[in-house]
Each structure stands twice: as structure tokens, then as C-alpha cells.
């Protein structure tokens, strides 16, 4: 909306030329996803409690103390970042980009579908209330239909291709099994910041280091010169992306000062499975698949630990390698306490955000 006014008034006040510049727009989505969470979490937070009476369902075989510290917290926090990244990326973002509006397709889409699972826990005060198999059916479909999407707008010279982090002239062609294999992309990273979703703030941080790195590499992938001398595989229009990140940047801001231990929102699937999911999508755009298993490692590392430990309670009859999975719950079981399992973490995300970002030049 505000790129659109600057155009109409650019040639009265010269100072509004700073609108076409993709940097300060983004500074501007962060500014303004924090105001919007800032504003509007405490009523939100206020009416969601009002509406889920004993909050958010706790797991009873999950650590003790949750059972204690954890009941009555409300959930769909999501909702905040919903909001505050809608609201940031229509007024500071081109419209007419073809990118905007596939990122938000999928980031509402999945805000959805785990809003609808929430709410089920909720009005059924059980943690699991939407069976897997319809939550990984809407995740296909939605990946599927975005995948399509995507496979259109991107030059056909990437459209079916796969860039290698630090080789710069490696790209291997999937044919049509591209398709598939962004959908697992967009499918994994959604359920990935899910898992890792189980304390206060232990997602969000990473959320926003990942979002920081994808608003760079949007920017550069998509700026001809940049892309050149980095050796990076050019997609046209594609920094208009850093808007969308830097919108999620500062609405997970705005959500973490209600999140931080002692949580008062939970950010629940609606938020989690969405910004998962965006993070997928922009990585398939950029053509940063690969990097974001590497930015996003945390998320990685969180998802196949629920994996080992399922895969070892089948194959070995009941035996566990973890004491309790996803890892976090782990390190709880070892003693550890919340806010330093919370703290480590970040600072794993934060190293593995500095390796993703070495790919750009070490090529």
C-alpha cells in the first residue's frame, strides 16, 4: 500500500524515492510487526483466554512439571503472528509480486489448518484432536498447489532444479520429481518448527534467526549484481521476498515479549505450522532448499529426534534412546532447567545460522 502512495507522490515530495528501496521497506515490515503485536497480543491474548477456559490440553506422559507451571496458558498465539505479518506485508510490499502472494497463500493457508487443530485440542481438552492423516493430507494438498504455482512463476531454468550449497555451478535437475520434493520441503519445515515448538520461546528464536537469514538471501538471489558476484542463481522479483521475512521477523518479535518464560501465549499449531511453512516456500523460491536444513538446523535436529526414537521404539520392542523426544523434553528429563535448554538451543540456531550463511560465499 505505502510502495504504491510513494509512486503517486514521488515526483512532490523526492523523499519518498526511499520506498523503492527493498532494504528500507523491510526495515519497515519489522518495525511495523512489532507495533501490531505489541497492540494487539494483550487483547488477544485476553479473549483467547476468555474462550478456551483451561487452555491449552498438557500432555500427561510429557514432563511432570508442565503438568504444574503450564495448565491454563491459552494457545493460538499463532493468531499474533498471523496478524502482525498480514498486516506488515500488505502495507510495505510491491502487490503486484507474484512471490507476496504465494508465501502468504501458503503462511494462511497453514495458519488454518493448525488453528482448526488447536481448537479441536481445546474443545476436546486432548493434545491430540486432528489425526495425522487429515493434518498430512491438507499439508500435501496445500503443498501441491503451491508447489504448481511456484513451478510456473520461477524462470524455466530453475524451475525443476535443485542448487548445491558451496558449488556454485552444481544444479541437478529433478525433472518431475521436483514437485514432490518441494512439498516434502514445505511439509518438513512446517512440521519441523511444530516439534520444536514445546517450550517457551524455544521456537521463535530460531524463527527469527532463520527469517533474518532468508531476508538476506531473498534480497541478494534477487538482485542481478549480487547474485552475480556471489555466484548465487539469479531469481528475478524474488527480493521482494525479504518483505514477507522481514514482516515475520518483527511479528515474532512482537509475539516473543509475550512468549518468553513465563509464557502467556502458546503459539500453537496455527503459528507454528504456518511459519514453518513459510520458511519452506521462500526457501524453494530462492533456491535455498538445502540451506535452510542448514539455517533452520535446530528444527532438524528436533524432527529427527522424534524420528530415531519412534524408529527405535518399533524396532527394538518398547526401548527408548532418548528419555523422552523431542530433544528439548529430553534435556528436561535430564534436569536441565527451561530457560537454559531455551537459551542453548538459540545459541545451536544462531551457529548453524552463520554456516547456512557461508554458502553464499564459499563457493
Known amino acids: 500500500m505505502l510502495y504504491y502512495l510513494s509512486l503517486d507522490y514521488v515526483h512532490q515530495y523526492h523523499f519518498l524515492n526511499v520506498f523503492k528501496y527493498i532494504t528500507f521497506r523491510t526495515g519497515g515490515a519489522i518495525l511495523t510487526g512489532l507495533l501490531v503485536g505489541f497492540l494487539f497480543a494483550p487483547s488477544i491474548i485476553r479473549w483467547l483466554k476468555s474462550q478456551q477456559g483451561n487452555g491449552q490440553p498438557i500432555r500427561q506422559e510429557g514432563p511432570e512439571s508442565h503438568l504444574l507451571t503450564k495448565v491454563g496458558t491459552p494457545t493460538m498465539g499463532g493468531v499474533i503472528l498471523l496478524l502482525g505479518t498480514l498486516v506488515s506485508t500488505l502495507l510495505?510490499?510491491?502487490?503486484?509480486?507474484?512471490?507476496?502472494?504465494?508465501?502468504?497463500?501458503?503462511?494462511?493457508?497453514?495458519g488454518i489448518v493448525g488453528g482448526i487443530d488447536d481448537w479441536m485440542k481445546i474443545k476436546k481438552q486432548h493434545a491430540n484432536a486432528m489425526s495425522a492423516k487429515m493434518k498430512a493430507s491438507l499439508q500435501i494438498i496445500i503443498g501441491l498447489s503451491v508447489m504448481l504455482i511456484i513451478q510456473y512463476l520461477l524462470p524455466s531454468s530453475h524451475a525443476t532444479t535443485l542448487a548445491v550449497p558451496f558449488f556454485k555451478n552444481i544444479l541437478i535437475d529433478l525433472g518431475f520429481f521436483y514437485i514432490p520434493f518441494g512439498v516434502v520441503v514445505i511439509m518438513g519445515a512446517s512440521n519441523a518448527v511444530n516439534l520444536t515448538d514445546g517450550l517457551d520461546g524455544l521456537a521463535i528464536g530460531p524463527v527469527i534467526i532463520a527469517s533474518l537469514c532468508f531476508a538476506l538471501i531473498a534480497y541478494l538471489a534477487g538482485h542481478h549484481t549480487f547474485a552475480h558476484y556471489l555466484q548465487l542463481h539469479f531469481i528475478p522479483n524474488c527480493g521482494e521476498i525479504s518483505i514477507i521475512c522481514g514482516a515475520l521477523v518483527g511479528s515474532s518479535l512482537g509475539f516473543l515479549w509475550y512468549n518468553a518464560p513465563p509464557a502467556r501465549i502458546f503459539m500453537g499449531d496455527?503459528?507454528?505450522?504456518?511459519?514453518?511453512?513459510?520458511?519452506?516456500?521462500?526457501?524453494?523460491?530462492?533456491?535455498h532448499e538445502i540451506v535452510l536444513a542448514i539455517i533452520g538446523g535446530l528444527f532438524v535436529i528436533e524432527a529427527l529426534s522424534v524420528i530415531i526414537q519412534v524408529g527405535y521404539f518399533k524396532w527394538t520392542g518398547g526401548k527408548r534412546i532418548f528419555l523422552m523426544a523431542p530433544l528439548h523434553h529430553h534435556f528436561e528429563k535430564k534436569g536441565w532447567k527451561e530457560p537454559t535448554i531455551v537459551i542453548r538451543f538459540w545459541i545451536i540456531a544462531i551457529v548453524m545460522a552463520l554456516v547456512g550463511l557461508s554458502t553464499l560465499k564459499l563457493r
Open 270 to 287: 496455527t503459528g507454528s505450522l504456518a511459519i514453518g511453512g513459510a520458511l519452506g516456500t521462500i526457501s524453494v523460491i530462492t533456491k
Open 92 to 110: 510495505w510490499a510491491n502487490l503486484s509480486n507474484p512471490y507476496i502472494w504465494v508465501v502468504l497463500y501458503v503462511t494462511l493457508a497453514l
